[in-house]
């Protein structure tokens, strides 16, 4: 049996470190298999009920724990703090059995229809991407620079950065997968659009010139 | 021929010159003096501003400027910020208090974060993995900032080439939302 994989969504980082150890710490037997997993999707995620901003994106997770204050419980797929070994490992067994019952959806469905949904949308970063999913790649940290800044479509990002579409339209996939981007509709951003912010020293033709010219200083 | 800026600002030790020194075609200006701050590990520090630059295949050129460190000289931050290209802030994770330092800088930088690229580099994460640099994008994201962070190490021209190819991305996107306002209209 494959182990199900368990995720974090806006957490606090010492809950975050204390699940990580708790999920080694578990044993694994024939029907409890778990394992922490840093980027999604998953099948289930922890997060912080008490965070406005927590709501777990669609098609993150099939199963959601949520973490409150204390005495705050409310239902089964609730604990409260401080988070206890024995009330995750029990959520979990329970969680596996019924995730079992499902069979996973193949990564080839969900992926398309994250794809799907982005052709008219843009994208723009709530929250610099973790560690773990910029994995210290230039690439993807110049594609989530771009879209720190900006609300933009996969297409143009892959226009700007010069890298293939199918490479930024996985990285936009992947953002979206762990709740890192708002979705922009077209229409909404074409309406509000105004004069961008740019940098105030640079005229339009100095500055592509100029931008070009430093890669080309450092080989980039 | 056309000049630029690039600016450098941190904590005292956060490697500002170093990092200067790392893309400079020459060995950077410094002014340091010997250090007189006792809580400091450090024999001399910059008081007024380091300077390097490099030199582009047109001619053009682009300056690199180290702000003083002890945010007593923060009058001055603002005159180098002025006309800058970008801004690189670096944090030392080494320090007692390293995301406490990070506000300083940002709140220095207020006004000209609205509009400035600017990239967070963080130093000594490999000897003080604490805080990490989830905790330095959640510090950001209570300020309603989305700023790039990376880790650093500033004796590495690469990692200095890398911080500022990502304030370049920023500069991109700028341009790139420029030439779409201009098409719509």
Same mark, same amino acid.
């Given at each position: 049996?494959?182990?199900?994989?368990?995720?974090?969504?806006?957490?606090?980082?010492?809950?975050?470190?204390?699940?990580?150890?708790?999920?080694?710490?578990?044993?694994?037997?024939?029907?409890?298999?778990?394992?922490?997993?840093?980027?999604?999707?998953?099948?289930?995620?922890?997060?912080?009920?008490?965070?406005?901003?927590?709501?777990?994106?669609?098609?993150?997770?099939?199963?959601?724990?949520?973490?409150?204050?204390?005495?705050?419980?409310?239902?089964?797929?609730?604990?409260?703090?401080?988070?206890?070994?024995?009330?995750?490992?029990?959520?979990?067994?329970?969680?596996?059995?019924?995730?079992?019952?499902?069979?996973?959806?193949?990564?080839?469905?969900?992926?398309?229809?994250?794809?799907?949904?982005?052709?008219?949308?843009?994208?723009?970063?709530?929250?610099?991407?973790?560690?773990?999913?910029?994995?210290?790649?230039?690439?993807?940290?110049?594609?989530?620079?771009?879209?720190?800044?900006?609300?933009?479509?996969?297409?143009?990002?892959?226009?700007?950065?010069?890298?293939?579409?199918?490479?930024?339209?996985?990285?936009?996939?992947?953002?979206?997968?762990?709740?890192?981007?708002?979705?922009?509709?077209?229409?909404?951003?074409?309406?509000?659009?105004?004069?961008?912010?740019?940098?105030?020293?640079?005229?339009?033709?100095?500055?592509?010139?100029?931008?070009?010219?430093?890669?080309?200083?450092?080989?980039? | 021929?056309?000049?630029?800026?690039?600016?450098?600002?941190?904590?005292?030790?956060?490697?500002?010159?170093?990092?200067?020194?790392?893309?400079?075609?020459?060995?950077?200006?410094?002014?340091?003096?010997?250090?007189?701050?006792?809580?400091?590990?450090? +024999?001399?520090? $910059? %008081?007024? !501003? #380091?300077?390097?630059?490099?030199? *582009?295949?047109?001619?053009?050129? /682009?300056?690199?400027? =180290?702000?003083?460190?002890?945010?007593?000289?923060?009058?001055?931050?603002?005159?180098?910020?002025?006309?800058?290209?970008?801004?690189?802030?670096?944090?030392?994770?080494?320090?007692?208090?390293?995301? +406490?330092?990070? $506000? %300083?800088? !940002? #709140?220095?930088?207020?006004?000209? *974060?609205?509009?400035?690229?600017? /990239?967070?580099?963080? =130093?000594?994460?490999?000897?003080?993995?604490?805080?990490?640099?989830?905790?330095?994008?959640?510090?950001?994201?209570?300020?309603?900032?989305?700023?790039?962070?990376?880790?650093?190490?500033?004796?590495?021209?690469?990692?200095? %080439?890398? !911080?500022?190819?990502?304030?370049?991305?920023?500069?991109?996107?700028?341009?790139?939302?420029?030439?779409?306002?201009?098409?719509?209209?």
């Amino acid at each position: 049996m494959t182990a199900f994989t368990l995720g974090v969504h806006n957490l606090p980082a010492a809950e975050v470190v204390l699940i990580k150890t708790l999920m080694r710490l578990f044993p694994a037997t024939a029907t409890f298999k778990w394992r922490f997993a840093e980027t999604g999707p998953f099948d289930a995620v922890v997060t912080d009920a008490t965070n406005a901003s927590s709501e777990v994106p669609a098609g993150l997770a099939r199963g959601v724990l949520k973490i409150t204050r204390t005495d705050a419980a409310t239902d089964a797929d609730c604990i409260t703090r401080p988070i206890r070994a024995e009330q995750l490992q029990e959520w979990l067994a329970l969680q596996g059995e019924l995730l079992r019952l499902v069979p996973r959806p193949s990564v080839r469905t969900e992926s398309r229809a994250v794809t799907t949904q982005a052709g008219g949308t843009r994208f723009k970063l709530r929250r610099w991407p973790s560690a773990a999913l910029l994995q210290n790649d230039p690439q993807r940290i110049r594609l989530a620079t771009l879209l720190s800044r900006r609300a933009l479509a996969a297409h143009e990002l892959a226009r700007i950065s010069r890298l293939p579409a199918e490479q930024c339209q996985a990285f936009v996939d992947s953002l979206q997968q762990t709740g890192l981007i708002e979705v922009v509709r077209v229409e909404a951003a074409a309406a509000k659009r105004k004069p961008a912010p740019s940098a105030p020293v640079l005229a339009r033709p100095l500055a592509g010139g100029l931008i070009d010219g430093i890669r080309r200083r450092f080989g980039l | 021929m056309h000049e630029y800026k690039l600016l450098f600002t941190g904590t005292m030790g956060a490697g500002k010159t170093t990092a200067i020194g790392a893309v400079s075609d020459s060995a950077p200006l410094v002014t340091d003096v010997l250090n007189t701050d006792a809580s400091v590990a450090k +024999a001399r520090t $910059t %008081v007024g !501003l #380091d300077f390097g630059q490099f030199t *582009l295949d047109n001619g053009d050129r /682009v300056r690199l400027f =180290g702000t003083p460190g002890q945010s007593r000289f923060d009058f001055l931050w603002k005159i180098l910020a002025k006309n800058a290209l970008g801004l690189v802030i670096l944090a030392d994770n080494s320090r007692p208090d390293p995301l +406490a330092d990070l $506000t %300083v800088y !940002l #709140d220095g930088f207020r006004e000209e *974060l609205a509009t400035l690229p600017c /990239v967070v580099g963080v =130093g000594r994460l490999d000897s003080h993995a604490s805080p990490n640099l989830d905790d330095y994008a959640a510090l950001l994201a209570q300020r309603g900032l989305v700023l790039p962070l990376l880790p650093v190490d500033v004796r590495r021209r690469d990692d200095v %080439v890398l !911080l500022i190819d990502t304030l370049l991305a920023q500069l991109e996107a700028h341009l790139y939302e420029d030439e779409n306002h201009d098409d719509a209209e």
